[in-house]
């Protein structure tokens, strides 16, 4: 009877540890498994990455096409799937998972940068706009491309001030040919080898620090701007009181463009009327037909050359006209400066009280 139950306790030992045993081995698979899943997990990850990634660079610039007047230039079919190889203009990287450059030259576009589109492809290192009629500023998205390396966008129609460019991949830059204008700002750009920006003619100020070694020829054509490796600057109060009488010859120009009473008792618009034909008004005996004669003076007729004829209305030489012509300048002074008469819009009222 002992040994009968020894055996038994030594039978349930035994079926004790192999159930041990098969529990230990299922969890020793078990986690065998979920280790294998998580290692081809992590492999393919990448690929699904840049899957997403590519996919979001083809909605930006699809999103770009349909931004432009004539995007459908492009051909681009939205339904490809390997953008890389089936559209145009859009080199992409080796392994072909990102868009690297985008060349748009010559496409003739004629609108502003269409913003939130080429600022989303944050893997291009080349953007190539030159050549096209591209207007409004330079989006501060492109600005800010953290793996740009050549920017072209001249000749276009661009303003506002140069674009604060924050990358330090950037080694080519050219804004020339545009309507840039504004000081240029003092950039950090330690791989810069390249900057044009020649022909924008109302950039101002003085050069910065950061494109003094640059060759002279960079800033061809503007005209406004100083200092290395162009000539040095003006003092700036030299220039506010250039500026304060270019205004005033300005306003002076202006003044004098309408009617001006001359001291010899003749009237006339200025720019209109030659100082030879007062000259021979004024002569004892004038060589000009004349229209009328009346109390105060005769009319004469003056021709301008062509079809363009002026009268003339020349004053006696009497003292007691004198305020009665002081009056009449007045009249056509008032008359010349006449919001309708600079419009072309002055109309003569007739007898029966309409205009003609």
């Known amino acids: 009877m002992r040994l ?20 230990g081995e299922r969890r020793g698979f078990c986690e065998k498994s979920l280790e294998l899943q998580l290692f081809v997990m992590l492999l393919l990850l990448p690929l699904i990455s840049s899957c997403g990634e590519l996919n979001a660079d083809k909605l930006a610039l699809l999103d770009f096409a349909a931004a432009v007047p004539n995007g459908y230039n492009l051909k681009w079919n939205p339904n490809v799937t390997d953008v890389c ?145 162009l000539l040095g600057c003006w003092p700036s109060s030299l220039i506010v009181l250039l500026i304060c009488l270019i205004i005033l010859v300005i306003f002076y120009a202006i003044n004098m463009a309408f009617v001006r009473p001359s001291g010899d008792g003749v009237a006339y618009f200025y720019g209109s009327f030659h100082q030879a034909h007062v000259d021979r008004l004024l002569s004892p005996n004038p060589l000009t037909p004349v229209l009328g004669v009346g109390s105060l003076g005769n009319a004469y007729l003056i021709s301008l050359g062509g079809d363009i004829s002026q009268v003339v209305k020349r004053l006696d030489e009497a003292s007691n006209l004198a305020p009665d012509y002081k009056k009449k300048m007045q009249i056509i002074r008032s008359i010349a400066m006449s919001e309708r008469f600079r419009r072309g819009t002055w109309r003569q009222t007739g007898e029966n009280g309409k205009s003609c």
């Open 4 to 23: 009968a139950g020894v055996d038994r306790e030594k039978d349930g030992f035994l079926h004790a540890r192999r159930k041990t045993w098969i529990a």
């Open 85 to 229: 190889k089936e559209w145009q203009r859009i080199p992409c990287c080796p392994n072909g998972t990102r868009i690297i450059s985008v060349n748009f030259r010559q496409m003739n576009i004629r609108c502003p940068i269409p913003v939130n589109t080429l600022g989303r492809l944050d893997a291009l290192e080349v953007l190539d706009l030159s050549s096209n009629e591209l207007t409004g500023e330079i989006p501060s998205e492109i600005a800010s491309l953290s793996a740009l390396r050549i920017l072209d966008l001249s000749g276009n129609k661009l303003g506002g001030i140069p674009l604060f460019l924050s990358s330090s991949t950037v080694e080519k830059v050219d804004l020339s040919f545009n309507k840039l204008s504004g000081f240029i700002p003092e950039l950090i750009l330690p791989n810069l080898k390249s900057f044009k920006i020649k022909s924008n003619l109302w950039l101002v100020g003085a050069i910065p620090h950061f494109m003094s070694e640059l060759p002279a020829s960079s800033f061809e054509g503007d005209h406004f701007l100083c200092g290395d490796p």
